[in-house]
């Protein structure tokens, strides 16, 4: 009896791919060819263009007197220039006067609010910083057995510290990184 192989069956789907292709052949249109010009013939013109309807005539503004800029050190960086639109309504302070001093203190945008906890713990890291040696630092370690805290929580502390500009980590030869109040 003979084995049953697909190999020997005829393939609809193989004649139809052909056939498509020699339609696509068919169908598609030669190039359409390219007249020849006399070498007589004048050179093409180029086409006219309408001329520009005219506008209203503008008047340029004249430009505002600068101000100097001085920073708080006492350098000049250059000169500000007050320009003033219809489509901006709030005022900007002079450099001269203060920004009016909001009561209000500065809200986090994002996350939930740090519990007073965590800060206090972060208070109290800040101070064993302030208090350690200034050329040798304190290690995270030691930290965490002073406070009776764990060391993962010490170098969350740590880290906000860091973030707030309060603490740093530096590398000390022959002793390893420590950490150090800024």
């Given at each position: 009896m003979p084995l049953f192989s697909a190999r020997k069956r005829p393939?609809?789907?193989?004649?139809?791919?052909r056939q498509r292709a020699q339609q696509a052949a068919e169908t598609v249109p030669a190039p359409a060819?390219?007249?020849?010009?006399?070498?007589?013939?004048?050179?093409?013109?180029?086409?006219?263009?309408p001329e520009p309807e005219p506008e209203a005539a503008v008047?340029?503004?004249p430009e505002?007197?600068?101000?100097?800029?001085?920073?708080a050190n006492g350098s000049s960086g250059g000169s500000v220039i007050a320009m003033s639109?219809?489509?901006v309504s709030a005022e900007l302070p002079t450099p001269g006067e203060p920004e009016?001093?909001?009561?209000v203190p500065p809200t986090r945008k994002r996350g939930r609010p740090r519990p007073q906890e965590t800060i206090d713990r972060d208070n109290a890291v800040h101070a064993l910083l302030v208090s350690?040696?200034?050329?040798?630092?304190?290690?995270?370690?030691?930290?965490a057995v002073d406070l009776g805290e764990k060391e993962q929580q010490v170098y969350s502390s740590l880290r906000q510290l860091t973030k707030e500009?309060?603490?740093?980590?530096?590398?000390?030869?022959d002793i390893g990184y420590r950490w150090f109040a800024v």
């Open positions: 393939n609809p789907f193989a004649d139809r791919r060819p390219v007249p020849e010009e006399p070498a007589d013939a004048p050179a093409p013109q180029e086409p006219v263009q008047v340029p503004e505002p007197e600068a101000e100097p800029i001085t920073s639109s219809p489509h009016p001093a909001d009561d350690a040696d200034s050329q040798l630092g304190i290690p995270k370690e030691a930290i500009g309060r603490a740093e980590s530096r590398y000390v030869k």
